[in-house]
């Protein structure tokens, strides 16, 4: 028991009273649940993609035997352009599509952050795309975008675009795999931004206001410094999905042209079932696991720990 | 104290876990008569399971079908089939996967006898589609669908007198079904330059649809990709037949509607069917014709003419892409799944499968004049068949298809010079044969 | 002054009711379309026809509803969305307060491994739940779909109520225990209704998450268990489309979460006004 106390790192005040108190001071309880049913569910697929990683694992027992090779599979991994292309794929998604979606998200939930007629229909139905099912949405841009009779393709032309094969280009196809991305999930960026902003109390603000901030300097003087939680963890839940996005991209363009939209999760699926290469694709796998782990770890180092978050956001 | 609590707890679940893998390995069980079947999802096993009372109803089995897309069949059953555990008594496999499960699958020797239906009679099936179920001189299962090129061509196009007037007086003959590739890049250029509608349909879908392409042009043209030489794979590619294959079919390309480099089979239907610009000829998988006769998705219903696939300078040649039912080795149910399958290949449901507009692999079917009337695609299939050529078939065909789609697509497309092209595929498809050990 | 004050507001209100109508005209398109496609025949629809009324057939619905793999499909993902969020968002909300309320060693680590272990592809994991699932006879089980979404969306509810959770205020819990109230009953009864907001907001994403999640159902279900998602994939990625059918199949599966949102935004409000947040 006492090493979950441990040396508690008080400087929020309030804190010790948690702490301290007799009998309910453990989070133990709170924890076990949750800890059982997502620890009991993927540490067992996580440890064994690690062991399987160290084989020349055929996905089926039919097509070769199955022999250790030490790291062998890191060592392919690290000579294969493939793999590279595809991590520099999914890097430069995430630094394009996620930015926009948090800009776009932000913008529309300060607009939208009031009180309108229809405003609760208004924001249900800016959700749509969020819920429309990611391989029907592949599809749908897919068509959108085919040059004969695609409604996208057709405008772009319109407003002055060279008529293109969209998905046939690396380049066109890339912005369409981030175009699509964004327009689905900035509504999901939106709804929790607006969630945060109507907790924030309008007292902050008025006080703001009576100092004579502008809007500008209220947006960045009070909201953001007070949304930083809610931005930072939207921020990462956009990440985390973005990392494993597959089913859209998949059905717009395969990969292809080429390998330019062949992102990280399609590569590991096409070494995994394409190839029937398991033991590559768990290596890609355990990559990913350790360069999350790095990414985590140089959050928490960079001031992005639980206790700078609550400082920050809470420290009321 | 709590943390080595949890720990513990973690520990002795995962242990759980495999310990009731090993106890669900140990084969034990009452035989049951229920099935599992695995087929890929397209009307063909639709229609098969519309007539399952029947077969229930006469043997008293049970058959529960999944139906999965082609590429999820494969993964699924290289997940669910093992050598000492299968999820399924009866699994469909596509042809060029055969090689990847052979080892784990009961060979048709093997078979339990059937108590209701009899054995399946194997000289019945179409010869060329026999070699299908077969793997390494083992018959393994019985090939089902007669899945292959034909080519459609649009009828009220070149039987237009205005059209053939025009056409005759610029090549000095009539139009018609394309014989051979030149043909048909004649017409279709003709039909293409004059806006009438466009030349050819490519097809850019997955990989293995790809090789196809590959396949066939490279046949046509006197070369084939990959062959058992001293018992070992070799790449057999001429260089420049090969070179010449794919140039050819950059010229089809050009008299292709535009976004020809992204059309899979979904873009080919609404080019072909939809548009009412149109195109003029191309292959098609026999499973989607009734898309393409079926006046609610088909502006050219009952305008299609059917025939084998175009000639190149060397001969005819029509791909498979047949699928062929199995039953895995470690089948609890095997008596039971024999049985299914021996219905399921007879003559009687074949018989009624053909008049629900699939294909099976039996040529005294397609051949019958009372179904021929009705669906003018069948003798075009017969004809198909007596050419047929086979993709090249090792475990390793997945990471070759990739290759060929990535360097087929630039060759044909312009973006790489189709002889460099060619070039990259027989290097690259030498560095996967040779980490396979062939 | 007041008159330009009050003419700026005018202007403001203006300006937002174009931008939101702007945003939503563009963010509503694709959607539009494949509202209309569910009702318009596959040949008008793949011939890029323009819309007109007579075009209008419920042929793709009728045969949609008569499409019992989806119907089933429909079934099932209501099922397992409702059991996987109630899982999450009750296991994922007493993690996120055990997180954010106490103060132990290992706290970062725990949080982030949770946030780590969900950033694996699904890919990389599957035939390992497979296998595991089939060892325990979960396989193609509503229970084991269940678990395995719950496992993705436990970690996922975790990082999204720490935010909401570092908002509320300590001393409602503080006095709650000073009067008595053991921590669990503080927990249900405290904080919870404080915390509403937040747990609406789980609740929807991880709906949502489970509603359209693919790759696991695709693989770890077979015939009784399949999820609408995997039928309506049957619908597209064959090599004949039924583009019409497709459509309404997504159309339908849109109309719950729609409602569901609707709906959660009056909690959404009446939380923050209520709950004393603003404390």
């Not at chain 2, 390494?136 to 009828?155: A, D, S």
């Not at chain 2, 349909?201 to 070369?223: D, I, K, N, R």
């Not at chain 2, 059917?306 to 895995?328: L, Q, R």
Request: with cysteine; charged share 15%.
């Amino acid at each position: 028991m006492k090493s979950f106390r441990g040396p508690a790192t008080s400087r929020t005040e309030g804190a010790g009273f948690f702490k301290g108190a007799g009998g309910f001071g453990s989070p133990v309880p709170f924890l076990i649940p949750a800890l059982l049913i997502v620890f009991a569910v993927l540490i067992f697929p996580i440890l064994f993609a690690f062991f399987v990683s160290l084989f020349e694992w055929p996905l089926s027992a039919g097509a070769g035997p199955r022999t250790f090779i030490g790291l062998g599979n890191y060592v392919t991994l690290s000579r294969d352009p493939g793999f590279w292309n595809s991590l520099w794929l999914q890097l430069g998604f995430i630094f394009i599509a996620i930015p926009i979606e948090m800009v776009l998200g932000f913008l529309a939930a300060l607009l939208l952050n009031r009180e309108f007629r229809g405003g609760n229909l208004v924001r249900a139905l800016l959700l749509l795309p969020v819920f429309f099912l990611p391989v029907v949405s592949g599809m749908t841009w897919r068509f959108m975008l085919q040059p004969r009779y695609g409604a996208l393709n057709n405008l772009l032309v319109a407003l002055g675009a060279p008529p293109t094969t969209w998905l046939a280009q690396a380049r066109t196809a890339y912005a369409a795999v981030i175009a699509q991305d964004v327009w689905r999930m900035w509504p999901f960026v939106f709804m929790l931004m607006y969630a945060g902003l109507a907790g924030i109390p309008d007292e902050l603000i008025e006080a703001a206001e009576i100092d004579g901030a502008s809007y500008r300097q209220r947006v960045f003087s009070v909201i953001i410094p007070v949304l930083y939680p809610t931005i930072l963890t939207t921020l990462l839940l956009r990440i985390i999905d973005a990392l494993r996005i597959f089913s859209e991209v998949y059905v717009m363009t395969e990969g292809g042209p080429g390998m330019s939209t062949t992102l990280f999760s399609l590569y590991t699926h096409r070494i995994a079932f394409g190839h029937m290469r398991m033991g590559l694709s768990s290596a890609m796998a355990i990559f990913l696991l350790i360069l999350s782990i790095l990414f985590a770890v140089t959050l928490v180092r960079k001031n992005l720990s639980l206790d700078e978050l609550e400082q920050r956001g809470g420290g009321r | 104290m709590k943390k080595a609590l949890v720990f513990f707890l973690l520990v002795a679940m995962t242990f759980t876990v495999f310990a009731g893998g090993q106890r669900e390995a140990a084969p034990a069980a009452q035989p049951t008569r229920e099935i599992n079947v695995l087929l890929w999802d397209d009307p063909y096993p639709r229609a098969l399971e519309a007539m399952l009372p029947e077969f229930e109803a006469a043997t008293g089995i049970r058959v529960n079908i999944e139906m999965l897309q082609p590429p999820q069949v494969l993964t699924r059953t290289a997940i669910a089939v093992t050598d000492t555990a299968t999820d399924y008594d009866v699994v469909g496999v596509d042809e060029g996967n055969v090689p990847v499960f052979a080892s784990m699958l009961l060979p048709f020797d093997q078979w339990p006898e059937g108590q209701v239906y009899p054995r399946t009679d194997v000289t019945s099936v179409t010869e060329k589609m026999l070699d299908i179920g077969t793997w390494e001189g083992v018959q393994l299962g019985v090939p089902i669908n007669g899945n292959l090129y034909v080519w459609m061509t649009r009828k009220d196009l070149i039987e237009n007198a205005d059209y053939n007037r025009r056409f005759r007086a610029e090549y000095g003959y009539d139009l018609k079904v394309p014989d051979t590739l030149q043909e048909l890049l004649e017409m279709g250029t003709f039909f293409h330059e004059n806006d009438i509608a466009y030349g050819f349909g490519p097809f850019h879908g997955g990989p293995a649809g790809v090789l196809c392409e590959a396949v066939y042009m490279w046949h046509s043209f006197g070369t084939s990709f990959i062959d058992v030489v001293d018992g070992t794979y070799k790449v057999v590619l001429d260089e420049d037949k090969a070179v010449e294959g794919m140039e050819f079919y950059k010229k089809l390309m050009a008299i292709s509607p535009p976004g020809a480099e992204t059309m899979a089979h979904v873009e080919r239907q609404a080019a072909f069917a939809a548009d009412p610009k149109g195109v003029f000829s191309m292959f098609i998988w026999p499973a989607q014709i009734p898309a393409y006769e079926n006046p609610d998705t088909s502006l050219v219903s009952g305008k299609i003419a059917y025939s084998a696939p175009p000639a190149g300078p060397v001969g005819h040649g029509a791909v498979t892409g047949a699928w062929a039912i199995m039953i895995p080795k470690a089948s609890r149910n095997q008596e039971a799944a024999a049985e299914f399958v021996y219905w399921w290949s007879s003559h009687e449901v074949a018989e009624r499968l053909v008049q629900a507009n699939t294909i099976p692999a039996r040529t005294e079917v397609l051949t019958n004049p009372a179904f021929v009337a009705e669906k003018p695609h069948l003798p075009a299939l017969a004809d198909a068949m007596a050419v047929a050529i086979s993709r090249p078939r090792f475990a390793e065909i997945g990471e070759v298809q990739d290759v060929i789609k990535l360097r087929w697509t630039e060759g044909v497309t312009g973006n790489r010079d189709p002889r460099e092209a060619v070039r990259l595929i027989v290097r690259e498809t030498n560095e996967i044969l040779q980490r396979a050990g062939y | 002054m007041i008159l330009t004050l009050s003419s700026r507001r005018k202007l403001i209100t203006v300006a937002i009711g174009f931008f939101a109508g702007l945003i939503l005209l563009i963010e509503l398109y694709p959607i539009g379309i494949t509202l209309l496609n569910g009702f318009r025949r596959d040949i008008v629809i793949l011939s890029g026809q323009g819309f007109s009324f007579d075009q209008i057939t419920g042929r793709s619905y009728e045969m949609v509803f008569a499409n019992r793999q989806y119907m089933a499909g429909l079934w099932n993902s209501v099922v397992v969305g409702l059991l996987s969020t109630a899982l999450s968002v009750s296991f994922g909300a007493m993690a996120a307060y055990g997180i954010s309320r106490f103060r132990f060693a290992g706290r970062n680590v725990l949080a982030y491994s949770f946030l780590v272990f969900r950033m694996l592809p699904q890919m990389s994991l599957v035939v390992a739940l497979y296998m595991m699932f089939r060892a325990i006879g979960l396989r193609d089980t509503i229970w084991g779909i269940t678990l395995a979404h719950t496992s993705f969306n436990a970690p996922y509810v975790i990082w999204l109520l720490i935010p909401f959770f570092i908002t509320v205020d300590r001393a409602f819990e503080e006095a709650a225990m000073i009067d008595g109230c053991s921590r669990w009953k503080t927990f249900l009864l405290v904080f919870v209704p404080l915390a509403r907001p937040g747990l609406v907001v789980a609740a929807v994403f991880s709906f949502i998450n489970s509603w359209n999640e693919f790759l696991y159902a695709l693989i770890l279900t077979g015939v009784r268990a399949k999820t609408a998602p995997v039928a309506v994939s049957g619908m597209i990625g064959g090599e004949v489309l039924t583009w019409g059918q497709m459509c309404a199949a997504s159309s339908i599966m849109l109309a719950p979460v729609f409602i569901f949102t609707l709906w959660m935004q009056k909690y959404l409000i009446r939380g923050i006004s209520v709950g004393g947040v603003k404390g």
